[in-house]
């Protein structure tokens, strides 16, 4: 098992920069990739980002690539997802996930099933 902590949401203004982290703990998890997803209202999970715990090498959405830095700092056992200037659109729950390298490897990463862990989630709210 491993158990997956957010944090770091609330609400931001449009303009504002945001840090959200992931707390990972359990069993070893240097074979998998950790991910951020987010979902909307009335909206289905999106993929923002992914990294390889065992060398930090990043994958994103090509769709949001750009907007999103992903990092990790491996001897807290922590993740970040990183944004500057907020939109009003970037108002969601973000999730952070944890899916074998196996399973999601070859172009996977953006399918919410082939992950197996997930955290309880934290809310992003931007409003002016």
């Known amino acids: 098992q491993i158990q997956l902590v957010e944090s770091g949401g609330g609400s931001v203004q449009p303009g504002d920069s945001l840090r959200l982290s992931c707390t990972a703990s359990?069993?070893?998890?240097?074979?998998?990739?950790l991910s951020w997803f987010r979902q909307a209202p009335g909206k289905g999970r999106e993929f923002i980002a992914a990294i390889r715990w065992s060398d930090g090498n990043p994958v994103y959405n090509n769709f949001l690539k750009g907007r999103f830095t992903i990092s990790r700092d491996n001897g807290k056992n922590t993740m970040f997802l990183q944004k500057n200037n907020v939109e009003p659109e970037d108002a969601a729950v973000y999730y952070c996930a944890a899916a074998n390298i196996a399973y999601v490897s070859g172009g996977y990463y953006n399918n919410p099933s082939r992950y197996a862990y997930w955290g309880q989630g934290t809310q992003v709210t931007v409003s002016s």
């Open positions: 359990g069993r070893p998890f240097s074979t998998y990739y």
